[in-house]
């Protein structure tokens, strides 16, 4: 059973960055590919960023690219979501997860474990 616990969420002005860290328990760290997912009020929670189990892949949603890059330390068993450029459409609860993987692929994945969540508040 992996735990996940999510830090760094904040208040910021558009055009800020933040950097969201997600550190995990209780398992393997390597085993598992991961990812950051977000909920604004009102809407589903969706992915934002995927990294693989070595961090060699990474997948990201379009409306991100070029703004935010994930990264993780397996060493500190430690992923990673630094946010340049922020735009009040970022404006979410963020959530890390993490998948069992087999492969050394980004995904995304049916994710079995998630953090609890932290929020992000990006003013106009």
């Known amino acids: 059973q992996v735990q996940l616990v999510e830090s760094g969420g904040g208040l910021v002005q558009a055009g800020g960055s933040l950097r969201l860290s997600c550190s995990a328990s209780g398992g393997t760290f390597s085993n598992y590919a991961m990812g950051w997912f977000r909920q604004a009020p009102g809407q589903e929670r969706k992915v934002v960023a995927t990294?693989?189990?070595?961090?060699?892949?990474?997948y990201y949603v379009d409306s991100v690219k070029g703004r935010f890059t994930i990264s993780r330390d397996n060493a500190k068993n430690t992923t990673f979501l630094r946010m340049n450029s922020l735009k009040p459409e970022d404006t979410a609860v963020y959530y890390c997860?993490?998948?069992?993987?087999?492969?050394?692929?980004?995904?995304?994945?049916?994710?079995?474990?998630w953090g609890q969540g932290t929020q992000v508040t990006v003013s106009s």
């Open positions: 997860a993490a998948d069992r993987a087999y492969s050394d692929y980004a995904g995304p994945f049916e994710y079995d474990f």
């Open positions: 990294i693989s189990r070595t961090g060699s892949y990474t």
